[in-house]
């Protein structure tokens, strides 16, 4: 082996700092008599994570909730500035649990907040729809069919497994493989781009574990570059996993996951670090906290606690992650008894059957128990009432207001936008030519003016590519910067990072200011971005039942859609993109788009956004194509296209023979068959209906009498259909065997396609003008014989 010299890789020049707080830090004098009352506070915490694992058990999570306990504690009680009146106030600072797996600890953490202000100053608290009470908690992980007597009598909110917008304070749903860091973020981003300066502060949650996936790392780089340095990220270090004890590395020893600290791992991406070295010290905690409030720099900051998982609980580390003590168990209760013997009281103890309505009663029954603490300690509750209404003052005295440039996105909404006529922006000469992705960008550049810069546009490195630029056009070129160009309309997520774009996005909707859209190529981000578009639809559908609010909505454009992307190959060129979002939803989450001609895109988008879905998802492919005239040809006005299907042909009745109904959806195959097999059909008097699906979610908004108008439900036994997509996305519209066995499709060779220039590979697939052609002749032969 040559001989080599081994040196140190250090990292380049960070903008981050690095700051340590430890036990001799002297910096910030606590009064011990208010380190007692946290520590009293965390100990009831503690049990009552305690508690509700042991009235649901083998359900959720002790572990992870009781580590992160003090740092909880300290963000509410004493560093965020928020109103617990009003858990919808945009001014207030907000706590995000990324580490949605914490939910035991959430919902053990606001019973206990509203407790203290019931008991210590009850005009802090919300109407009761707003607020999480101690009766509550009999919801946890119930499912809101609960037929349990006090379920019922204190109507107790189900409160879910991993957090909902159903629970006060919770903007996003998180808990699914690394969605929740730049979900989260999409939070920070909204707040920064609505106040600027004076953005409130969000609070992240998460733990090593959590960050694992690569979308965490994705996000770092986004929340960094972009120099949002309103998100505190609070990461409780416990170094337990569910299979591991040793997820990172630790000083020498190799880590069993990654081997970055947590630390490390947020300098490298530029981040601010404070550690902590003793996360159950509550001085700590508070120090740490009160240095990440200020500004330290223009940098976002994480806050690195060392924790035991489970501490206190009996049992630590992996094995508390999603296990605890067995039902009303010797160990359990000995849980219990540091509580007990510090207040002085005895919980009730259980020894009857399990049956559902006694155990909710032993539940309630030491809920109860928790409750006579707190009012018999008036000093305790009234000292985090206190502080409750010290964060209301200290956020009234800031006086936050919206920065002068701050979009107005409810302008969207108003009849300032119409979706007819198509302005003239978004309007296309026939003869001329344009490209889908061309015509959505023009139409989200139209509707970005309108609302004042309220869009905001991203792209897997794709932003020329992909036209998702035009959303931009007329604002500051570049990308987004807090600091530095806080008026561009385009950020940059990361690079290749379609995860985190997704997630991100969500969370800008959520914030509820503007509209994110991220654009990549549909066979990449249809995937990618589907747990963030599930998440987000769970979370939507949350908010709408808590607080009657429609959907906020993201956008995925899905661009290069299809077959005509044929250069790249199978590996980009996806038929199958579409059959992962259409129909795959609850009615009014996610909307597809299929347009087949660039004039379509401005009507569509706009009725799709003025429908409130929690996602659109528009199909836009890359090549430029011919602008037709719709009149000439025979063809309804572009607006029909909002209807989500409509006829390009209808056969007549009264005429013999009678050729069938053809279904058509996809750009790729409809341009080819409006310019090359339509004619021929004309030609050739087919007495055929022929219809067209620009989107298979606003046709079954439609009421049934509309859709049956314009496509008779017994059109579709007869029906075939042509797709350069997945038969199965037209599965509703062509119902017969024969149907199917008739359609052409992307995959009617049974193999992935080849490459080349898109005509080629339309041929390849029978979907080319002779391919298409030939399939409609025979059929129409065979439906005249009938």
């Not at 915490?45 to 305690?50: A, E, F, I, S, W």
């Amino acid at each position: 082996m040559a001989d080599v010299s081994k040196k140190a890789l250090s990292l380049g020049p960070r903008r981050g700092v690095y700051i340590e707080i430890t036990p001799q830090l002297d910096k910030f004098d606590i009064p011990e008599q208010t380190i007692k009352m946290y520590d009293d506070y965390d100990l009831i915490y503690r049990t009552l994570c305690g508690i509700l694992y042991n009235f649901v058990p083998k359900s959720g999570h002790p572990g992870g909730s009781i580590s992160s306990g003090r740092i909880v504690e300290g963000l509410l009680f004493n560093s965020m500035d928020y109103l617990l009146k009003n858990p919808e106030c945009l001014e207030a600072d907000l706590i995000s649990y990324a580490a949605g797996h914490k939910a035991m600890g959430l919902y053990a953490m606001w019973a206990l907040r509203n407790e203290c202000a019931r008991v210590g100053k009850p005009d802090l608290l919300p109407d009761e729809k707003h607020q999480l009470r101690l009766e509550d908690l009999l919801g946890y992980r119930r499912n809101p069919t609960q037929e349990t007597p006090l379920f019922a009598k204190f109507k107790a909110k189900a409160l879910d497994g991993h957090p909902t917008p159903l629970t006060p304070f919770v903007k996003l749903s998180t808990g699914a493989s690394g969605v929740g860091i730049p979900a989260s973020f999409g939070l920070g981003f909204g707040a920064m781009d609505t106040f600027g300066a004076a953005a409130p502060l969000v609070h992240v949650l998460e733990g090593e574990g959590g960050m694992t996936p690569g979308r965490v790392s994705e996000g770092l780089s986004t929340a960094a570059t972009a120099q949002l340095w309103n998100i505190k990220l609070h990461i409780d270090w416990n170094q337990a996993s569910i299979d591991s004890d040793k997820v990172c590395r630790d000083g020498e020893t190799p880590g069993d996951y990654v081997q970055w600290s947590p630390a490390e791992f947020c300098y490298l991406h530029d981040w601010n670090v404070i550690y902590v070295e003793n996360g159950k010290d509550i001085k700590q905690v508070l120090a740490a906290q009160e240095v990440a409030k200020e500004k330290l720099n223009d940098q976002p900051t994480a806050v690195v606690y060392r924790t035991i998982k489970g501490w206190q609980y009996g049992i630590e580390g992996r094995k508390s992650h999603g296990a605890g003590h067995d039902f009303c168990s010797d160990a359990f209760y000995e849980t219990l008894k540091p509580m007990e013997e510090r207040f002085g009281i005895e919980f009730p103890r259980y020894d009857g059957d399990k049956s559902p309505d006694k155990v909710e009663k032993a539940f309630y029954d030491t809920l109860l128990t928790v409750r006579k603490v707190l009012e018999g300690n008036k000093e305790l509750s009234g000292f985090f009432a206190g502080a409750l209404s010290d964060s209301a003052g200290r956020l009234e005295k800031l006086d936050r207001k919206k920065r002068e440039k701050a979009g107005d996105l409810g302008i969207l909404y108003t009849d300032a936008v119409k979706t007819d006529p198509i302005p003239t922006e978004c309007t296309y000469k026939p003869g001329g030519s344009q490209t889908l992705r061309g015509a959505l960008g023009e139409t989200l550049n139209y509707l970005n003016k309108k609302t004042k810069g309220a869009f905001i546009g991203a792209s897997a490195d794709l932003i020329g590519s992909t036209s998702i630029n035009k959303l931009g056009d007329g604002w500051p070129e570049g990308f987004y910067n807090a600091v530095s160009n806080p008026d561009a309309r385009l950020i940059a997520t990361g690079g290749i990072c379609e995860d985190c774009m997704g997630a991100f996005m969500a969370g800008i909707a959520s914030y509820g200011s503007n509209i994110g859209a991220g654009s990549s190529y549909g066979a990449f981000i249809a995937a990618l971005q589907h747990i963030a578009a599930r998440l987000h639809g769970i979370g939507q559908q949350a908010a709408h039942s808590y607080l009657g609010e429609p959907y906020k909505t993201f956008i995925i454009v899905c661009a290069h859609a299809g077959l005509k992307t044929g250069e790249d190959g199978p590996t980009h060129a996806d038929p199958q993109a579409l059959q992962l979002l259409q129909e795959n939803f609850p009615k009014g989450v996610m909307i597809t788009l299929t347009p087949w001609d660039p004039q379509e895109l401005y009507p569509m988008t706009v009725h799709a956004l003025k429908m409130h879905p929690a996602v659109l998802a528009p199909f836009v492919t890359r090549p430029n194509e011919l602008i037709v005239d719709r009149a000439k040809l025979g063809l309804p006005p572009a607006s029909e296209a909002v209807k989500g299907m409509y006829a390009m042909r209808k056969a007549d009745p009264k005429k013999k023979p009678y050729h069938g109904t053809i279904v058509l959806q996809g750009s790729g195959i409809t341009n080819t068959f409006v310019n090359e097999v339509l004619p021929k059909i004309d030609e050739a008097g087919l007495n055929m209906n022929i219809f067209y699906v620009s989107s298979a979610e606003l046709f079954d908004m439609l009421p049934e009498k509309e859709r049956d108008a314009i496509f008779p439900p017994e059109l579709a036994h007869e029906a075939i259909g042509i797709t350069g997509l997945t038969l199965p996305t037209l599965y509703k519209w062509v119902t017969s065997r024969e149907g199917r066995r008739r359609s052409v499709h992307a995959f009617i060779l049974g193999h992935y396609l080849g490459s080349g220039q898109a005509h080629k590979v339309l041929e390849e697939a029978r979907l080319h003008g002779e391919g298409q052609w030939k399939a409609i002749k025979e059929y129409a032969d065979w439906m005249a014989k009938k």
